[in-house]
């Protein structure tokens, strides 16, 4: 084991001996492997927003099969996706890379101001299906924010109880948030605080913008003079505000964006800013494979210092 993944797993004194070998082994596999950075594939998109938005710009990935073979060939140190796409292919590609069961969803069939998740798979089911954490959606904003709390305590009781790590996306969404107040840098640095307090692992959030969405939160930044004017100043925040940077903070790729240097240039400022690492979805699997495996090259690259 590097230093560095030994530094890490000293930040979580509390969790059994299970749950911080689960951490290591997602910290300890793939190209970035001990190097204390992570890129995970997520392919949660299928349920969250519909089989042809998600792959019909890759009919391959229709396939659960694609994305276990995209993640191994990448190097990725995990795969998260949700009960169907895991179990359809877990069997055939058991052991060769960690996966992380999304253990709630949403769907775009209804819209929602204040959006909840419906709980689609248990802790057992990840035992069973030999997942390294479970992965769950809350959304700090929304109206069912307190039942989803409740939910996420109750599920990782329970998966750290059994060894399994707890990898929380952590999305600001609700009626009396605006649309940029989503991304506002005191937002999401107060969902990360959230994640982070109710006991997350792994903590993945949205790149923040400069926008301040709180008036109260605006007075603080501004008398306190907290730096948030470049992209890296403002991951270097939202790292700081899960517990000192003492918990692993990954960001979100968003929308795809086949503009690789925009995307690059994302990275390069998560990677000045001290940020863990990226979440890739659609961003990988919507491209043809080989261009998919090229840029998560790449993107991995410059998380081991390579291109910098």
Request: proline share 4%; glycine share 10%.
């Amino acid at each position: 084991m590097t230093p560095r993944v030994r530094e890490i797993l000293s930040w979580y004194g509390a969790e059994n001996v299970g749950t911080l070998t689960n951490l290591a082994r997602i910290l300890n596999h793939g190209r970035l492997g001990g190097t204390g950075k992570l890129v995970i594939l997520p392919v949660d998109q299928g349920f969250e927003h519909g089989p042809a938005r998600s792959f019909a710009p890759n009919p391959a990935a229709y396939d659960p099969r694609y994305h276990f073979e995209l993640a191994i060939e990448a190097g990725c140190n995990a795969y998260a996706a949700p009960l169907g796409f895991i179990e359809a292919a877990a069997r055939d590609y058991a052991g060769e890379v960690p996966l992380i069961l999304k253990v709630n969803d949403d769907d775009v069939l209804l819209s929602e101001k204040d959006p909840n998740q419906a709980l689609t798979s248990s802790v057992r089911d990840a035992l069973r299906l030999g997942c390294c954490a479970i992965g769950f959606t809350i959304y700090p904003g929304s109206a069912h924010q307190l039942e989803m709390f409740g939910q996420l305590r109750a599920y990782a009781e329970e998966a750290k109880a059994h060894g399994l790590a707890v990898v929380v996306w952590s999305y600001p969404r609700g009626s009396d948030l605006s649309k940029e107040g989503e991304t506002a840098i005191d937002i999401v640095g107060y969902a990360a605080q959230i994640a982070a307090q109710l006991g997350a692992d792994i903590i993945k959030v949205k790149l923040p913008t400069a926008h301040l969405e709180q008036v109260a939160a605006r007075e603080v930044y501004e008398k306190q003079q907290v730096a948030i004017a470049s992209q890296a100043d403002r991951v270097r925040h939202i790292v700081q505000c899960a517990f000192a940077g003492r918990r692993i903070v990954i960001f979100s790729g968003g929308a795809a964006n086949f503009d690789d240097d925009a995307l690059l240039e994302e990275i390069r400022a998560i990677y000045s800013g001290g940020g863990f690492g990226s979440i890739l979805g659609r961003n990988s699997f919507q491209r043809p494979k080989d261009k998919a495996l090229k840029m998560l090259g790449e993107v991995m690259d410059i998380y081991a210092g390579a291109a910098a």
